[in-house]
């Protein structure tokens, strides 16, 4: 039996038994850590079997500014009443400038809230400042109209059409504008009045007292033109009656008695002239206003040769009449003045 040696085994049992150092037990240079430290994060990252990572943030944009001259997000209200598409009545009436549709918006929607509005001051003046520039408007139109009549010819009618006879005698006889020149010339030309009723209408007797000092105002003639041939109480000898009233009635179209016309004889019947001056109840005061203001806008219609006549209608021209007489008075500034401020400018 062969010997066998006890030395590899002993060597690899000495290998074995060696106690093998933890890592940074023995050296020096690594720090000993704590076992109750790591389970102490440990619990505060949670029982899990992995570990939540903190996604990094996200970088906000910084928002980026406008350019110089470029439009708001968010219109304010001035802005949006200044535009056609974005305008209510509430914006009340804005300058449309030149846009006819943005007008024509404002006009309907401006005379919608006023009718529609209950006892409201301030729709009706939104369409008041409407009807402002309406007329500015229109003046501004007129006054071109006739300048380019008379700087074209081919648009003045009174070129192919020229003035009356009867025209120029008006103007010879009729050198101002008064109330007593403007009817001592109607009554030089055998001017009168027609008065249209019936014998049953309560309203054309009651209207007799009137009539009478309607005469003595003016110093017209008037006529009585029955449609039923019964003459009013004290016109029997300036009276019209039968078919001869009717024919004339209902060539003027009166439709309501009473009514009142103003008749001047031209000489010839073509140049007869019939004026409506008033239908059922009125008074003397204004009958005689009108007379004067209806009759000079027909004379200076004649003068200019202006054709607007309709049927039962003479031509009138009122582009000169300014009945207002008024003059200019001061800007309005805001805020306005209060009551006591008022009181102390007087007081002084």
Known sequence: MRP????????????????????????????????????????ERGWFFYEQVEKP??????????PPGSPKS??????????????????????????????????????????MSHNDPRAVENFQYYMRWLMQ????????????EAQNPDLDPTVKAPISTFGLRLMTQVRD????????ALKDQGAFLIYFSRSDCN????????LDTLTESTGLEIWDASLDDHCMTGYENRC??????????????VAIVPTLFLYIPGGKAADDTWIRIATGISDAATMRGRIVAFFSAYRTALLRGVTNSQPGRA????????????????????????EAEIKALFAK
């Open 137 to 148: 408007r229109s003046i501004e139109v007129a006054n071109l109209w006739e300048y380019n």
């Open 57 to 66: 943030r996200e970088l906000v944009k910084p928002p980026l500014a406008l």
């Open 203 to 210: 309203f054309c007797l009651a209207m007799s007292s009137v």
């Open 177 to 184: 504008s008064s109330e007593g020149a403007i009817l001592g």
């Open 4 to 43: 066998v040696s006890i030395l590899p085994r002993l060597a690899c049992t000495l290998v074995l038994l060696t106690p093998v150092p933890m890592l940074g037990a023995s050296d020096p240079a690594v720090p000993h850590e704590n076992p109750s430290d790591a389970l102490k994060q440990n619990a």
């Open 315 to 338: 031509p009138v021209d009122f582009s000169d009449n300014d009945p207002s007489g008024t003059g200019p008075g001061v800007p309005t500034v805001k805020p306005l003045p209060t």
């Open 240 to 253: 019209k009656r039968g078919t001869q009233a009717v024919a004339a009635g209902q060539a003027l179209q």
């Open 74 to 115: 968010t219109p304010t209200k001035e802005e949006l009443c200044r535009k056609r598409e974005t305008w209510t009545d509430e914006c009340g009436f804005v300058d449309p400038g030149k846009d006819f549709e943005f007008q024509g918006k404002e006009r309907d929607g401006l005379l919608q809230a006023m009718s």
